[in-house]
């Protein structure tokens, strides 16, 4: 029996005798269930129910959870159905195990509406949207598909490359920041280092060896800290454990990315970890510590008196070490060490033992500890398909945070770059309906003023007060639009229609075709398309912004004769040329449209992208970090469209002009040395301009590069120069 042993003695340490036997009858129904089954590596199926059910029994699980992993395939993969499984262990079994099945029919929902079978992207959607369903109303279940992937990214190397890279992005993108907000540590950087592998794999393998080449290094200065940190606790009769861990591969370079730093400068590639008794001891060590090392600026950041919204709480300094070395200390009690390791798990078999929490507590979980769990159902309600209800759940499960105070002093965790309208919203629904204005910090803002950490926010609200549809692009958080949208959904339902119809007849009109409007038959189609029930219902969500003009004329050109759509969209719909800057940029969803690359931001391919129709110019392709693009999509909402490359950066005959600006200390031969890099970079140069202020030089570059990845290692090149501060892309203000 494939560690069928190790399971049982495993789950002896925390079950009782009656739940050891639940578990393992689960274990005979499952092995009897997937017998003659074998995964693509060749090894027989049961293992990998029972390695999933090992991972669960190392955070002490209930005997329900444990039966369910076992169990979590048998429904998808076999004849087994919920019926038999709820008579054999029980409707909280079955729920968990229904809870965890992969989508292999169509939803409800979507059968009703959608007149077409789902494409595969959206049906793998409406299955991640099932698990988070599931998990809103029984946190086990997300432990358990958790663990379930966890696995399955152990054991990937048997797959085809394709599918490889397709797992471990939607691991990154989706399960590895939802483990983040569970606080399940173990499950996060594992899952984001097993992606960081498959999905960038030359990334990976440079990064290891870079870490590598100096690690017997750093682990001698843990080492030393580590004795001195225990010797000084000593002295002052503080009873602690003292440890070290290395930071994990994918946190390395995603903090290299965002702060544009080498793995020189990043001062966390180890953190040494006190855990003691007592929160006045926390602060007590954080003192001792401090009298051993001298602090670096602004690296004191206190999660005891501020948790993160994953409920983490400890004391985080950075310090020179021994040997002036930057060496992270992390400090914290016991109680706080279990919360932070396991997470949600930990609130589980720790706070509320082995039984399933009731109601209340899971309640209580929801309410004080996890709210923004319930936010997930909210989002289901208010999005009209799981695509979109993935990309709500990517925006805000991605997103930085921002912590700001109500004026009572409770803590709301929001998006980063929130506004009062998304603090609002937060407070309640109707607060957000009624909201007029805001003080921050005892003084009025507009309301697109950005919150900033620490801030007091005070909403101000009148009987008389609605929503704006210019909140949309003010707010940040997904729930605060989706209830903007579902407010005008409601009360403005006609003059959505109305301002839905304007905008498609104004657009059908500059191509003389206004009288494709008021064709009921093929109007209906399109509406059929796009998942709406009546063409009411589409131009009213034109109208409130949830729809964008270009899916609609999209659709109106691909059911009319060729000849026709071509006076719609006057665009070439057979040439396949692609030979130059622009033409590796295809509209999606629509053939052949003209696309040209904006000068404004000069995007590249591997940049993240984004179209703008123009009046007589085709598509004009920005960046999404364009500083015109909010202008723009403030403007002219219904003209922006999404766009991609098709090949990004595969001809090497075609450059891309980027201007790049560097930052440096002014010294002799620092220009020389900068053309030194780029001409052993082999990338042609354009353009050159420096000058000098006191003592800082700049430099202005203009480099023909191919692709993305060329140019951040052209950058990173340059930042190693002696003397340099920073390379920075630069981007202009002008109009499209």
């Known amino acids: 029996m494939p560690d069928l042993q190790h399971l049982i003695s495993e789950v002896s340490l925390h079950l009782d005798p009656p739940e050891r036997e639940t578990v393992h009858r689960a274990f005979e129904v499952a092995q009897a269930r997937h017998e003659g089954q074998f995964r693509t590596s060749g090894e027989p199926y049961i293992i990998h129910p029972v390695e999933v059910a090992r991972i669960l ?336 759940l990517k925006v805000d499960l991605l997103a930085n945070e921002v912590f700001v105070f109500t004026p009572r002093g409770d803590v709301i965790d929001l998006p980063n770059e929130s506004t009062p309208v998304d603090f609002a919203y937060r407070i309640h629904t109707e607060v957000g309906h009624r909201c007029v204005g805001a003080r921050v910090n005892g003084r009025m803002v507009p309301l697109d003023h950005a919150l900033q950490n620490a801030d007091i926010v005070e909403i101000q609200t009148s009987k008389s007060g609605t929503p704006s549809l210019d909140w949309l692009r003010l707010c940040k958080s997904s729930q605060a639009k989706a209830k903007i949208r579902a407010w005008f959904k409601k009360e403005r339902r006609e003059e959505n229609v109305a301002r839905g119809k304007d905008l498609v007849r104004r657009e059908l009109a500059r191509n003389r075709s206004e ?71 295809l509209v999606r969803g629509m053939d052949n449209i003209l696309t040209r690359l904006s000068k404004c931001c000069a995007p590249v391919p591997g940049d993240q992208i984004l179209g703008f129709i123009t009046l007589g110019k085709g598509v004009s392709v920005h960046r999404t970090d364009c500083p015109n693009i909010g202008a723009l999509t403030s403007a002219h909402p219904e003209r922006m469209i999404e766009v991609e490359w098709t090949t990004p950066g595969s001809d090497e005959r075609v450059g891309y002009l980027v201007d790049l600006e560097v930052t440096a200390l002014d010294r002799h031969a620092l220009l020389s040395d900068v053309m030194s890099v780029i001409n052993e970079a ?15 030089a700049c430099i202005k570059l203009g480099v023909e590069t191919q692709h993305r990845k060329q140019l951040e290692e052209l950058m990173k090149k340059i930042r190693k120069v002696k003397g340099v501060l920073d390379v920075t892309r630069l981007t202009h203000v002008t109009s499209p």
Request: proline fraction near 5%; include cysteine; aromatic fraction near 6%.
């Open 57 to 392: 029994s190392a955070y002490r699980l209930d005997a329900p959870t444990l039966a369910a992993a076992l169990l979590h395939d048998v429904v998808e993969d076999t004849g087994a159905t919920l019926e038999e499984i709820s008579e054999d262990f029980g409707e909280e079994v079955a729920m968990l195990v229904d809870g965890v099945t992969k989508l292999t029919s169509i939803s409800s929902r979507q059968t009703r509406d959608a007149p077409q079978p789902l494409s595969k992207k959206a049906a793998q959607a409406e299955n991640l949207r099932k698990i988070f369903l599931a998990m809103a109303r029984d946190l086990r279940v997300i432990l358990i598909k958790l663990a379930d992937r966890l696995h399955n990214m152990r054991t990937l190397g048997a797959l085809r490359p394709d599918k490889k890279a397709r797992i471990a992005q939607e691991t990154l993108e989706i399960f590895a920041p939802i483990a983040s907000r569970l606080g399940v540590w173990e499950f996060k950087s594992e899952l984001e280092d097993l992606s960081f592998r498959y999905t960038m794999p030359s990334e990976y393998a440079e990064l290891e060896k870079e870490v590598l080449e100096n690690q017997a290094r750093r682990q001698q200065t843990a080492i030393e800290a580590v004795e001195a940190i225990r010797q000084k606790l000593l002295n002052l009769g503080i009873d602690a454990r003292i440890e070290w861990r290395p930071k994990h591969l994918y946190s390395i370079y995603r903090k290299m990315q965002r702060t544009g730093r080498t793995i020189e400068e990043i001062y966390d590639l180890l953190a040494v970890r006190v855990i003691v008794h007592s929160v006045e001891e926390c602060y007590s060590a954080l003192g001792a510590v401090h009298a051993l090392w001298i602090p670096l600026n602004d690296r004191i950041k206190d999660y005891i008196a501020k948790p993160k919204s994953n409920n983490y709480r400890s004391l985080h300094t950075t310090v020179y070490g021994p040997g002036d070395q930057p060496i992270e200390i992390q400090i914290r009690t016991w109680e706080m060490h279990k919360v932070n390791e396991a997470g949600i798990a930990a609130h589980w078999a720790y706070k509320e033992g082995r039984r399933a929490p009731a109601g209340g507590s899971e309640s209580q979980l929801f309410r004080e500890i996890y709210p923004w769990i319930r936010a997930i159902l909210d989002w289901q309600a208010d999005s009209r398909d799981a695509q979109e209800y993935i990309e709500h």
């Open 515 to 585: 009288t494709l409007l008021a064709d009921e038959g093929l109007m209906r189609q399109v509406a059929e398309k796009l998942n709406f029930v009546s063409v009411d219902d589409l131009l009213a969500s034109l109208g409130y912004g949830e729809t964008t003009l270009a899916h609609i004329l999209s659709r109106i050109q691909n059911l009319l004769p060729e000849p026709v759509s071509q006076e719609i969209l006057p665009v070439p719909r057979k040439t396949s040329r692609r030979t130059g800057p622009g033409r590796e940029v």
């Open 682 to 696: 082999r990338i042609p140069l354009r353009s050159c301009r420096a000058f000098a202020r006191k003592d800082r």
